[in-house]
């Protein structure tokens, strides 16, 4: 043995060349001497798994023992099937049928193999003898080739532990005082011993990593499951809701913001969009981020490039500063683009250029920025359409849409009307100093009848109003409740008094009804069902506005209408001075 632990290769180191390729017994070596050293074969356990243990085994036999045809065949774990990793690796990349062809059923006694695990012990027959008696294919195809005058041995190999189960085999063909010294000479049979102690310790090491791999994987999917519940439950204090309709709106949150896809929300108008695009930030690995939210609706064009994209100092008449812009601000965070759907054309191939590069130039600048944010855009109106129209750039909803949302609409989850309503009346009692508000069945009847063009948001105020008009320790009553919504008397009122009618005169019923009755208004005149939308609508913000003495806030809450949207409104239909 050499001083590095290697085994002196001596008449051993003539390499064989192929299994049949058959040695004069004068080159074949001792094994007595070949394999003394056990050290040697602890590099049998250098190998991960037990296949490969029996090819380093295999080629050790071969090269040490100059044996001319060594195999060795593993049991399944069913233990029906033997198979030869060898084989199996050259028929790697063959269809299946060669791969199944490489299968040897153990209770099949036309080969060998079976015979000796049947039996329990090694057997040895002359290959002319196993060319006329046993008739496998597979088996004759293993040996074809090979001198008749051969003799061919197969061992059966067992676990070398407490256990003792079936192993495998090995099977060795050559002249038969070559294969006789092997069984008599007990290196061999301490070498063959230690490959069944290492394949069995190292099959064992290998079921129990695969076990373990599997109980990692059942236990992380658990742990993702139970993070994810943690997650939604925690959207589930703001986006409130109990419907399958909602739970499935919080897990679809968690799951779009487990990735930095970009989100387009769809839904009606007050159905929540901002609040989810908020909750999806929050539960996202960018809530420490900035969250910068812009009605794209809400902003002229040319303001709007500005609020996106920033500019430099001198960009353009007025910029007397610089100003980072959105893109800039939310770096790191997430950007919500609400009504996205009202984007200028024009905007939106720069906005696509921004979301495809991840770069964008601010006005006047010449400098390029590299920017890392999600975008989360909202929209109430269907994008199709608009693109059929000629709208909305195809190619941007693509890019939006990377993971749509939509958002159900209250009358899809009437269930949830009494939670939200008891939650809107803690809300308003804690807001208000109030106390003690309830709300009764006949009350939560009539919501539940209701329709609600407005949704959540329309809920929410029709509460507010509610609570307003209830006294402390009082039922909110049904009379309490406003009859209709605002787009519901518009409709009401066109509905009653045919396509035509007096639009000044169905504005000052609307104005003056609020979110109260409805009256029979005389509507005859109205030829173009726009223009008295319009002027109605015009005409109730007016009269709000002077109710609240200029205060868009309030205003804009009793109408059921975020901020944004009423000054856009103020701006489109001239309302800047009340
Ligand atoms: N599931 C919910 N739980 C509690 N409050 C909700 C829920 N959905 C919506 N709201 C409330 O309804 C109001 C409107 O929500 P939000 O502004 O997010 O709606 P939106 O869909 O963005 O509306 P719009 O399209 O008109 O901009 C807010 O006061 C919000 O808090």
Known sequence: MRDDGVLDMGRAAAPVSGPASAQSPDSISDPGTALAGMAEAMRLVEGHSPSELRCRGLALLRERLALPWARCLALDLSGRWLSDDEAEDRAEGHDDSSVQALRLACDDFRHPYAHA?????????????????????????????????????????????????????????????????????????????????????????????????????????????????????????????????????????????????????????????????????????????????????????????????GHVRGAFSGAERAREGLFGEANGGTLFLDEVGDMPLALQAKLLRVLESGRYRPLGGDQERQVDLRLVAATHQPLHRRIREGAFRADLYYRLGQFPITLPALGERREDIPLLSQAFIDDFCRREGREDIGLGRATLRALAERDFPGNVRELKNLIDYACAMTRDGEDIVPDVLPTASVEEQVEEQVDEKGEEGDPEAASQAGAENGAGKAQGTQVDDVVDLRRALRDYEATLIRQRLVRYDGNRTLAAESLGLPKRTLAHKCRQLELDTP
């Open 117 to 309: 695990i049947r039996r329990g012990e090694s057997l040895s027959m002359g290959l002319g003898e196993a060319r006329s008696r046993l008739d496998h294919p597979v088996f004759q195809a293993s040996i074809a080739g090979l001198p008749a005058a051969w003799r061919l041995a197969v061992r059966p190999l067992r676990a070398r532990d407490g256990r003792c189960e079936w192993l495998g085999v090995l099977a060795f063909a050559g002249p038969a005082e070559r294969l006789d010294s092997l069984s008599a000479c007990d290196d061999f049979m301490a070498f063959e011993a230690l490959l069944c102690r290492l394949w069995a310790w190292l099959a064992r090491q290998h079921d129990e990593r695969r076990d373990q791999a599997r109980l990692r994987d059942s236990l992380a999917k658990l742990n993702d499951g139970a993070r994810r519940r943690t997650l939604s439950e925690r959207l589930g204090q703001r986006i409130l809701g109990d419907s399958p309709a909602i739970r499935s709106l919080r897990s679809q949150m968690v799951r779009a913001a487990e990735t930095n896809l970009a989100v387009l929300l769809q839904g009606e108008t007050g159905t929540g969009k901002e609040l989810v695009a908020r909750g999806i930030h929050e539960v996202s690995a960018r809530h420490e981020g900035p969250f910068l939210a812009i009605n794209c609706a809400a902003i002229p064009e040319t303001l709007l490039e500005a609020e996106l994209f």
